[in-house]
């Protein structure tokens, strides 16, 4: 019996307490949530900790660790997944940043951050501020693409010309306004043999943010931003250099048939790289307000076509968390909770939901805490007792423990009939079988 | 104080939700229980995930687990334990493979399994096959030893002969009617030099395999079978390839003198290749008509006889759990329960009390969800508040955590008060501390 699976993330689901809503967000509607609950009655429950228990994780991390890559040596660079998100392709040597375009101040030698967004600057001025420093790349003959995205973000490709590049580089965004733009440097513990091209990558791309505030600094579109009052984008800050790994297929790596639903560019990224096939759905957009009702009737089409893995992304929590609107994430889980409703009526199905990873509505940024998961099938499985889907709830009911990023896939697997025997090996394949401590085992 | 330990593993203990039950087997029973809930009201209890959640381990891999090895460098190869279940000896650089003799259908140039077990065709007709087989090997001077066991069951080993050999080959057995017996090929991550043995090791299995078919297929008591309407015994299928490997043996590594009580031939394979002493016990077949009592009266003579590890082992309720007779295996419960008494009325006693793995009695598999486990004491110890012994009770009142194997012995050792300060180190040999990771540690 094989059965199919639909792995839904919230995105940054958990959260802290807190004061108004005397409990996290989930908790605070979670007796109102229908779906869900539903999900969680027939289902086990636990606490996942995507990478481990007080440990952050960003998105994509998060997301390569529960669909069973091993971060210690497939995860490639935050870049690359940007790239990928925005439909580029990466060649071999080439490494691959994700930029913003932001506001900064001249003192002394330092450029001081005042705005990381640049006043979320808006698409056709950021746009025309790209495509007017594309030329002035192009006429220093330097190695790079550039790629404007959305509002104040880009992705910016380095090519191997001059020698070979390293992804082993330091970000120049320091991540906080006040504080300086920092110099792109090699990590420390590069190996001897890598240092030369990390240095190298380092100071391209050192160059280029240079004479990006050279030149946009100047620029006539941003004198008018000022003029009216607004933060210019006088400077583009990269972060997350990264390089293609080479990675197994998700389909390969599991043996199923991989589809995913996602609006944010990061996420389909993701799903793109480990080779996931694209649903694509209209107003769907990574945002609070998108299209939650074509996003689940995505799902159902991809089981309909055939796909037996279903990966639904929903960004809107964590943009909500990241904003510290605490009351309006609550709201939205149950907006989401509304339109779950024709999952719950699946035959033959696993559902697996959770976060990836908790985002606190509180100082709204990522937190360690682990998320509240719960793994509904509609036959069999282990039910936990709890009727309301919550952090407290997937505490107090737990029947499957702390568990990490890597666990998740071989629950699912298992709890749809797919897992073979540890210990029996009918291909000559490498069976790799991701346990709970991050280490693969093969036999 | 040093107590002394007896270990007991009920096959295929943990299940799912079983609809006619509404609940697991365990959950259904687990009022009734008398003795199983003397030991849990007076014990700390928790859930066993012996290899990792989600993942289903095959008995041998769970219980080495259990018993403190490192799967990841020490497991054999299930073909290993088979044979020395069956009181036979590997000598180095020989390959050991469990075998069915199962019955296909040629179809154009694959072997269709129509029955794996060939009807569980009966001893003296499989006897007569292997034996007639034998001479077949011999003309064609194959270094090659082959036994029939139980059954359809058998044992085979290969010889060093032309060169070494290798167990890093993939199974022949799809382990799936109406799927063509596989070619065994050496795994993909087979290292360069041991690559050229693997293969030399697959080819020889290979032609052994279609050897048999081709004089199986037309034995005369096939014929007669086909004539009484039962499947043919038509060929061997080999898997689980194994060479002996160095494992420390169980006493030296934990400092006790261990005896084991078991039925099932994998399970004394297990044991002795560890080097636990049997106690042998008239009745005890490894099956559901098993001498349950005499069992438990070789535990009391082990311990009389100065053991102070004894390991118990009872197979029917994964038997029962395969042939998905979810209330037989209730009842199965039950009945071992009854028989436990004596081992309550202990003094100076740690029991541990768990299943190698979960069964599923609704799918007849193993998988993957966690097993109760729980570890009683006569005195001391930090009782759980559980008042019975069941899958949500395990995890309802939970006071150890999700465990994995390697966690078993340290906790059972422990309460015995047989552990060693982790720091301290009186004795100059390594003392192995395997930490819940399944990483050993030695200080």
Same mark, same amino acid.
């Given at each position: 019996m ?5 792995f ?15 409990g996290t967000? !989930?908790e605070?509607?979670?007796k @109102?949530?229908i779906n869900?609950?539903?999900?969680v ?8 900790a995507?990478v481990?228990?007080?440990i ?7 997301h390569?660790s529960?669909?069973?890559?091993d !971060?210690?040596?497939e995860?490639?660079g ?9 439909g580029?392709?990466l ?9 913003? !375009? ?7 030698n330092?450029?001081?951050i /005042?705005?990381?967004?640049a006043g979320r *600057? ?9 495509? +007017?420093f594309?030329?002035?790349?192009k ?6 693409e550039i790629?404007?995205t959305?509002e104040? /973000? ?7 010309r001059d ?8 970000d120049m965004d ?8 920092l110099?792109?440097?090699p990590?420390?513990?590069t190996p001897e043999?890598?240092l030369?091209n990390?240095k190298?990558?380092? +100071?391209? *791309? ?6 990006s505030y050279?030149? !946009? ?7 008018? /931003? ?10 583009i800050?990269?972060r997350?250099?990264? %390089?293609?790994?080479?990675?197994r ?7 199923v ?11 389909k ?6 080779g ?7 107003g ?19 089981l ?16 909500l968390?990241?904003?510290?609107k ?7 889980i149950?907006k *989401? +909770? ?9 035959k ?7 976060g990836?990873?908790?985002t606190s509505s ?6 360690g805490?682990p ?10 499985g282990?039910?936990?007792?709890? $009727?309301?889907?919550? @952090? ?7 029947n499957i ?6 666990d998740?896939m071989?629950?699912?697997? +298992?709890?749809?009939?797919r %897992?073979? @025997?540890?210990g029996?090996?009918p291909?000559? $394949?490498?069976?790799?079988y991701?346990?709970?401590?991050g ?5």
């Amino acid at each position: 019996m094989h059965k199919r699976i639909v792995f839904i993330v919230l995105d940054g689901l958990g959260d802290e307490y807190i004061p108004q809503l005397k409990g996290t967000p !989930l908790e605070y509607v979670s007796k @109102e949530l229908i779906n869900i609950n539903k999900l969680v009655s027939r289902g086990l429950c636990g606490l996942l900790a995507p990478v481990s228990v007080g440990i952050p994780p960003s998105s994509d991390t998060a997301h390569l660790s529960m669909f069973g890559y091993d !971060l210690a040596v497939e995860y490639p660079g935050r870049g690359v997944f940007e790239a990928y998100g925005e439909g580029l392709e990466l060649k071999e040597g080439e490494v691959a940043f994700r930029f913003n !375009l932001e506001t900064v101040e001249k003192k002394g030698n330092h450029l001081i951050i /005042r705005d990381r967004r640049a006043g979320r *600057i808006e698409d056709p001025i950021a746009e025309k501020l790209i495509e +007017d420093f594309k030329r002035v790349l192009k006429e220093h003959d330097l190695p790079v693409e550039i790629h404007h995205t959305v509002e104040h /973000r880009g992705t910016l490709i380095l090519k191997p010309r001059d020698g070979k590049l390293s992804p082993k580089i330091s970000d120049m965004d320091p991540h906080e306004v006040g504080q300086p733009v920092l110099q792109s440097e090699p990590y420390e513990e590069t190996p001897e043999n890598e240092l030369e091209n990390a240095k190298r990558t380092a +100071d391209l *791309i050192n160059r280029i943010v240079r004479l990006s505030y050279e030149f !946009l600094n100047d620029h006539e579109l941003n004198k008018q /931003r000022i003029a009216e009052g607004k933060p210019p984008g006088n400077i583009i800050v990269p972060r997350g250099a990264g %390089m293609k790994t080479k990675l197994r297929s998700f389909s390969e790596k599991w043996g199923v048939k991989a589809a995913f639903v996602a609006g944010g560019p990061l996420y389909k990224g993701v799903a793109r790289l480990i080779g996931m096939h694209e649903i694509p759905v209209p107003g769907a957009t990574g945002k609070v307000k998108t299209n939650l009702k074509g996003k689940v009737e995505g799902v159902l089409k991809a089981l309909d076509e055939g796909y037996d893995f279903v990966f639904l992304h929903i960004k809107g929590t964590d943009t909500l968390s990241h904003d510290k609107k605490s009351l309006e994430k609550a709201q939205f889980i149950k907006k *989401i +909770d509304e339109h779950l409703e024709p999952l719950t009526e699946l035959k033959d199905i696993v559902i697996g939901l959770t976060g990836d990873h908790s985002t606190s509505s509180l100082q709204g940024k990522h937190i360690g805490l682990p998320v509240p998961i719960l793994f509904y099938t509609d036959i069999g499985g282990r039910p936990s007792g709890a $009727k309301a889907f919550s @952090e407290h709830n997937c505490a107090k009911y737990n029947n499957i423990g702390v568990i990490r990023g890597p666990d998740v896939m071989p629950l699912l697997m +298992d709890l749809a009939g797919r %897992m073979n @025997e540890f210990g029996l090996r009918p291909s000559p $394949k490498r069976v790799l079988y991701i346990g709970a401590f991050g280490r693969p085992l093969s036999l």
